[in-house]
């Protein structure tokens, strides 16, 4: 079975920093592109960051050059640091593996202006 085990939200403020962890499972890791989605209250889910097999990343315009994306393919893990946090990056926060497009239950990051 698919799991995805995220850890790592909490409250912060404004201008602060965190680090997202999402732990999965071995035998999907490797052949999975990780992504970070978030969803704020009354929003649709949105993709915030990406990286591929191969390490290649991209993000959503929102977070370029706060936020960074990277990934351990020894510990099965994919990490989402947050730097320059700001309100608006309030949300819980999901790791996405792809395939077999799983899902963990999400962590909450508040932001405090």
């Known amino acids: 079975q698919v799991q995805l085990v995220e850890s790592g939200g909490g409250l912060v403020q404004a201008g602060g920093t965190l680090r997202l962890s999402c732990v999965a499972s071995?035998?999907?890791?490797?052949?999975?592109?990780m992504r970070w989605y978030r969803q704020a209250p009354g929003k649709q889910r949105e993709r915030v960051a990406q990286i591929s097999t191969g390490g290649t990343t991209n993000y959503a315009d929102s977070v370029k050059g706060r936020f960074t994306i990277s990934r351990d393919n020894t510990k099965n893990t994919v990490y989402l640091q947050m730097n320059s946090l700001k309100p608006e990056d309030t949300a819980v926060y999901y790791c996405n593996a792809l395939p077999p497009n799983a899902w963990g239950q999400g962590t909450q990051v508040t932001v405090s202006s």
């Open positions: 071995r035998r999907i890791f490797s052949l999975s592109e």
